[in-house]
């Protein structure tokens, strides 16, 4: 894997592309989200978990989107860094810094811990 098939991850993320984004995870992968009850937040395992993870996110906020990605590798590690940003159905936002620290094997990712800044929410514009 390459910081420029980590670049295309995100592009497919961005796309909301399922098939495209699950192209790049093991069928045994894991997936670490950025809360939970555990110090590891919420574990998602395999690649249906995962899928219907990412896909809930998108259902959730329709303009999910990583803008400002930048990646790197080195042997089976990866880092990647982004600005997340997402408006939730009560119209309040979300923008902050993350990065996900990735494991990989022959090409694909196995592990998938994600971090973000803990920022309150930015509040819905008031409506009359």
């Known amino acids: 894997m390459t910081p420029n098939d980590l670049s295309n991850l995100f592009d497919a993320f961005n ?4 098939d495209g984004v699950m192209s790049f995870f093991a069928k045994d992968c894991t997936f670490n989200t ?14 249906d978990q995962i899928a219907t993870a990412f896909s809930g996110v ?3 906020m329709p303009d999910a989107h990583w803008a400002h990605h930048g ?12 600005t997340f940003s997402g408006t939730n159905a009560d119209g309040s936002r979300i923008e902050a810094e993350g990065c996900d620290l990735f494991t990989l ?5 196995v592990r998938k811990q994600a971090f973000r800044k803990n920022r309150p929410l930015i509040a819905a514009p008031f409506r009359y």
């Open 71 to 82: 990646h790197f590798v080195h042997g089976d590690r990866a880092v990647s860094e982004w």
């Open 105 to 109: 094997r022959d090409g694909k990712i």
């Open 15 to 18: 796309r909301h592309d399922i």
């Open 34 to 47: 950025v809360a939970g009850s555990e110090a590891h937040g919420t574990r998602i395992e395999g690649t």
């Open 58 to 60: 998108w259902q959730t």
